[in-house]
């Protein structure tokens, strides 16, 4: 059993039970190996859970890297819209996406100063991505700074992400719709 399958389902069960509900005798019987050669691995559960959180981060943050890259020559409004879109669509399609913004809005006291920690890496890599392209904009096209656009558009995040930890997908789909507008409106000179 390799470690990556032994991560792939404890990510499961932490989405699934939680880090307290989350066994490792459950996790090693699901991955078809003994506990005692889990503890191999894996001494304890918390070292588990941060080896998995500071993987998913660095996957996060070379994802919104390469999404603002590759997205770099679309219209801002399209560009910022897409990217919602498409965080949305990591969160309920890749159990990492979830298990780690989960994970940063319920967090174990156990594990705290260190997800707080990692969330912030991965917030400062989106904050870069985010104010480097706001600097792109024509000074005439929107009324922000590109500081003061970024933590726009972070907070519009962040309340969206809201949505897609405690609610549905669909009240996800319905604040995006509304708050998009008042965002954009917002940001654009008139």
Request: hydrophobic fraction near 40%.
């Amino acid at each position: 059993m390799s470690k990556q399958r032994i991560k792939e389902i404890a990510i499961q069960h932490f989405n699934r039970y939680g880090y307290e509900g989350t066994k490792m005798a459950q996790v090693a019987e699901e991955a078809g190996i003994r506990k005692q050669s889990l503890a191999y691995h894996y001494a304890t559960k918390k070292t588990l859970l941060l080896e998995i959180y500071e993987e998913v981060v660095q996957e996060e943050q070379q994802f919104v890297r390469q999404f603002f890259s590759e997205s770099s020559a679309l219209p801002l409004e399209q560009q910022l819209h897409s990217f919602l879109l498409e965080h949305k669509n990591r969160f309920l399609t890749h159990p990492n996406v979830a298990f780690m913004y989960i994970l940063s809005f319920i967090t174990p006291l156990e594990v705290h100063d260190f997800v707080l920690a990692q969330y912030r890496t991965y917030l400062g890599t989106l904050k870069e991505e985010l104010s480097a392209t706001f600097a792109t904009v024509q000074a005439t096209d929107i009324r922000l700074s590109p500081e003061e656009a970024t933590v726009a558009f972070v907070t519009l995040m962040d309340g969206l992400d809201v949505q897609l930890v405690y609610e549905t997908r669909q009240s996800y789909e319905q604040a995006l719709a509304i708050a998009w507008n008042v965002f954009w409106s917002g940001i654009q000179r008139k």
